[in-house]
């Protein structure tokens, strides 16, 4: 055997490694993505879990969370409590939504989370404090809530 059949048997061999490195890469890729979607889920449903925990653990708030959605009347302490309230859920589902427009969320479990966090918005005491508070989230948050609301109105 001489230098040359050796060369293109080092050449083959190396070639051989490069196809096999990448197929273990794509499927290294895909199990991270996979990996992403479940943690960015998990991330999601504990933001949803922890807001409807803090309602639950503090009766109080619940009841100015529904009056506040129904826009009954709130004390200035109710109406604050109500404001801190809806921006922190408001931001829980701004994520939310951006992970699911940016293909980051499972999109079989997007349904129901859409549903949630646009009948959120669908009381009259939500309807006042997103129009006066819109302004605080994204461009795209925007849209997507308001394009709801337009839809109710009609």
């Not at 997507?144 to 609301?149: M, P, S």
Request: with cysteine; glycine share 6%; net charge negative.
């Amino acid at each position: 055997m001489n230098w040359e059949s050796v060369g293109v048997l080092v050449e083959g061999f190396g070639a051989i490694c490069v196809v096999i490195s990448l197929i273990y890469l794509t499927f290294e890729l895909r199990r991270n993505t996979t990996a992403q979607h479940d943690a960015n889920f998990s991330s999601s449903v504990q933001l949803s879990k922890d807001f409807l925990e803090t309602l639950l653990a503090d009766s109080e708030l619940a009841l100015v969370w529904e009056k506040g959605v129904a826009d009954q009347e709130l004390s200035d302490a109710e109406r604050a409590r109500f404001n801190i309230a809806m921006w922190s859920c408001s931001r829980s589902m701004q994520f939310i939504y951006y992970m699911a427009a940016h293909g980051k969320f499972p999109h079989e479990e997007w349904d129901g989370y859409r549903e949630s966090t646009l009948n959120m918005y669908e009381g009259e005491g939500s309807r006042k404090w997103w129009a006066e508070q819109k302004w605080r989230f994204s461009k795209i948050f925007r849209r997507f809530v308001d394009q709801h609301l337009e839809k109710l109105d009609k």
